[in-house]
């Protein structure tokens, strides 16, 4: 999962040293070894016109993922649940509009569970996200301590 500010352009997404410099930078954060879904979209329609009994107007998208770094990550989502200026960006794709991060850590009452950071990120945009190859190594890069 990667966070990556909406004044980072890529010229080639799948280019690793692009991911790099975005990280250097300070405008890209990538959360490895998170797992979790991306609902695909749920379009949002208005009434059509003539023989069209309805248009596609945007669409209504959310990932929801979990983080198992814990401990290191509050600071992290303290500060993203108030910004508007990032969008996300996964392993196949990149959305080309900001995101509302919502993260939560709910304690189980399991002496076997474990706390994780779970992450809702939704935005609304009438282009899907944008199908990338991964950049190698970039997502395997960091490691969980």
Aim: charged share 25%; proline share 7%.
């Amino acid at each position: 999962m990667a966070v990556i500010h909406k004044d980072w352009v890529f010229n080639d997404p799948t280019d690793p040293a692009e991911w790099q410099a975005g990280i250097d930078a300070g405008k890209i954060f990538v959360i490895p070894a998170t797992s979790g879904e991306f609902d695909g979209g749920t379009a949002k329609t208005i009434t059509g016109f003539g023989d069209t009994p309805e248009q596609n107007l945007t669409y209504n998208f959310k990932v929801t993922y979990r983080d198992p770094n814990y401990k290191g990550n509050n600071a992290f989502y303290d500060a993203l649940k108030f910004s508007r200026d990032f969008r996300i960006g996964f392993r196949s794709d990149i959305a080309d509009k900001t995101a509302v991060w919502t993260p939560k850590a709910a304690i189980p009452d399991d002496l076997q569970g474990i706390i994780v950071w779970e992450v809702e990120v939704a935005w609304i945009s009438k282009t899907l996200p944008a199908p990338v190859n991964t950049p190698a190594g970039i997502f395997e890069c960091f490691t969980v301590e």
